[in-house]
């Protein structure tokens, strides 16, 4: 079976602070998908990162930093200096087998305080 | 290149009425999946349709739903007789090919029925 774990219900940082989200998968596909998403108050779902299985190099992007550990099946994501635009919900997602079937964990809510 | 277009963006029904959700993917994209958010929770996949074609609808209710993408026009997700527990977002994501590509979200419907 597969599977998204996102432990953290809620978060609350004071802005500029750094704070990391968890993830943790489970699939018997030796080839799957990770992905991210943000969902601020209006509610639309803004794509973030897709990471395939066989690339486990961190990404950077802006604020943005992603660490995939295939070990620990884990696939975490990190906002530094963190800013009050980014308070949102944060759902990690699984993409594995032969449908484009999107497995999300139940989301973390970050606030960020000003 | 126009995203994802769901509409209406808000719909209310009361118990026993009819809903239709309409969903026009990107322009090139003939791949339409549709998935649920309840309340505080994640997003559950519900069908993944193809032009004239169902291809995965393992996570649809049985009774009630429907869901179509006709060679013309946009994807339907139709819900008749609609009962107080099928108020939730309902999000459309379109694709080009089953090649795994990032899934493309619509700013989805959040339908509440009274």
């Known amino acids: 079976a597969q599977k998204v774990t996102q432990a953290q219900t809620e978060i609350s940082v004071v802005e500029k602070e750094d704070v990391t989200l968890d993830c943790v998968y489970e699939?018997?596909?030796?080839?799957?998908?990770l992905f991210w998403y943000k969902q601020p108050p209006s509610g639309e779902l803004v794509f973030l990162i897709r990471?395939?299985?066989?690339?486990?190099q961190n990404e950077i992007s802006g604020r943005y930093s992603w660490n995939f550990q295939k070990s620990t099946s884990s696939f975490n994501f990190t906002i530094t200096a963190s800013q009050v635009v980014d308070s949102a919900v944060y759902f990690c997602?699984?993409?594995?087998?032969?449908?484009?079937?999107?497995?999300f964990g139940t989301g973390t809510l970050l606030a960020v305080q000003p | 290149n126009a995203g994802v277009m769901q509409n209406p963006r808000h719909l209310v029904r009361r118990r026993g009425q009819e809903a239709r959700l309409r969903c026009s993917p990107m322009?090139?994209?003939?791949?339409v999946y549709w998935y649920r958010q309840l309340p505080e929770e994640g997003l559950k996949f519900m069908v993944y349709?193809?032009?004239?074609?169902?291809?995965?609808e393992s996570g649809m209710p049985k009774e009630r739903f429907s869901a179509e993408f006709p060679k013309e026009g946009p994807s339907i997700l139709r819900i008749q007789q609609v009962v107080r527990g099928d108020s939730a977002a309902y999000f459309c994501?379109?694709?080009?090919?089953?090649?795994?590509?990032?899934?493309?979200f619509g700013n989805g419907t959040r339908l509440t029925v009274t």
């Open positions: 322009k090139g994209h003939s791949h």
């Open positions: 349709l193809q032009k004239e074609n169902i291809i995965d």
């Open positions: 997602a699984l993409l594995g087998g032969a449908t484009n079937k999107l497995i």
């Open positions: 699939t018997r596909d030796t080839t799957y998908y």
């Open positions: 990471r395939n299985s066989f690339d486990e």
């Open positions: 994501a379109s694709s080009p090919v089953q090649d795994n590509s990032p899934l493309h």
